[in-house]
């Protein structure tokens, strides 16, 4: 067993270091006070290769292996966890999925520019009714000669009006259940598509999360992923390879914290000496030192076995379960180990408390990962 990272992950990991520090930590503060999408910093991750990093050079991808992905998302996610879910989205979901079964059009039209950050994706599955339990799609779309008619809501999107592209779950048969489900390419300003109000959320607020609304929306059949039927079998296989960009941000939120927390227990002294030096403090530091270490290994094993071309289903879900957890722990730990100073803007530590919470439930709420982990152990 090897620990080590190559060469190229660790430059990966320290170029993504050093953009947070250089452009996503001025100003983080404020983006999330006034709920303000980071178009400029998005913009620069895209000219970096953060927003195309598993693509295939060919289509203006960086080419890099999932370990390299989930270093670059740690150290973003430490910083700045809205900037980290689009990435997250656009990576994961969006480019993966037209990758893997977007016709040799599609990914000349839409995945060369998402890759370089030409363009942002967006992948709509949740609606009203349809969260955990994705067979309930209501959002439907009836063939019509050439094209289809799409109507129906969806719920929390991730680059909901900062998208261009959006991968839209339908279903197109209704008496096939979760096998009469299919998915589609939907270009924003098609007329019919209208996005709705932005969330004023309790984290990740610089993320822009809308409902969007479709009207007998045109949608030609060119614009099909794979076959009828293929959408929920799409949705599934792309979200086992999500979750593990989602463990990745929760370990970087968590990382993060952490970092603070330590930083902070060597500068405030009580009673005459450093907090650090008292047990209290020492005993916490360890356990958030350990819980995060513990899920760096899940997240990077889920990785690894992505790369291997291994089924990484359960590893990745158990990552995002175990992950998201520890970024709940760990930063209301850090808010404790600052005290008064941890529940006020100024030390960044609330803000990573909030902003943790998300991930114990998009991309699959922990009740969910911890039915995909029974499933898979009692087969």
């Given amino acids: 067993m090897h620990f080590e990272f190559t060469e190229e992950q660790i430059a990966v990991r320290d170029a993504a270091r050093e953009f947070t520090q250089t452009e996503l930590l001025p100003g983080v503060i404020e983006r999330d006070t006034e709920a ?60 993966w ?6 016709t040799e059009e599609q990914k000349q039209k839409y995945l060369t520019r998402l890759a370089s950050g030409e363009i942002l994706g967006a992948f709509c599955l949740s609606e009203p009714e349809a969260g955990s339990d994705a067979t309930s799609q209501k959002t ?37 259940g979760h096998k009469g489900i299919s998915v ?15 969330e004023d959320k309790l984290g990740i607020r610089g993320s822009d999360t809308h409902s969007l609304m479709f009207s ?47 930083a902070y227990s060597k500068e405030r002294k009580a009673f005459g000496k450093p907090i650090s030096q008292h047990q209290a403090i020492q ?16 997240v990077l094993k889920a990785a690894w076995l992505k790369d291997q071309g291994q089924d990484y289903s359960l590893a990745s879900a158990m990552a995002k379960l175990y992950a998201s957890e520890v970024a709940m722990q760990v930063t209301v730990e850090a808010v404790q180990v600052h005290g008064g100073y941890g529940y006020v803007k100024e030390y960044h530590v609330e803000r990573l408390m909030r902003d943790a919470k998300i991930t114990q439930i998009y991309e699959g709420t922990s009740e969910i990962q911890k039915i995909v982990i029974s499933r898979s152990i009692l087969r």
């Avoid at 350990?290 to 899920?295: K, L, M, P, S, V």
């Fill in 216 to 262: 007998d929306v045109k949608v030609p059949v060119a614009k099909r992923i794979g076959e009828e039927g293929f959408g929920f079998t799409f949705a599934m296989e792309t979200l086992n390879g999500g979750r593990i960009g989602i463990a990745a941000q929760a370990l970087g939120i968590a990382s993060g914290a952490y970092e603070l927390a330590l």
């Fill in 97 to 102: 999925g037209l990758e893997k079964y977007g």
């Fill in 36 to 95: 303000k999408f980071p178009h400029e910093q998005i913009k620069k991750m895209g000219e970096l290769g953060f927003m195309g990093m598993m693509v295939d050079p060919k289509y203006n991808g960086g080419g890099m292996d999932t370990i390299s992905y989930v270093l670059a998302m740690e150290e973003i996610s430490k910083i700045d966890a809205s900037a980290s879910v689009s990435m997250s989205v656009n990576n994961s979901l969006v480019c």
């Fill in 184 to 198: 589609f390419i939907i270009e924003k300003g098609w007329e019919g598509f209208v996005i709705g109000k932005k």
């Fill in 140 to 176: 439907s779309a009836e063939l019509k000669g050439d094209h289809y008619v799409l109507n129906g809501t969806k719920n929390w999107i991730t680059n909901g009006s900062s998208a261009s592209v959006y991968l839209v779950i339908a279903q197109t048969d209704a008496t096939k």
């Fill in 283 to 298: 005993f916490k530091l360890a356990d958030m030192a350990t819980q995060i270490e513990a899920a760096r290994m899940l």
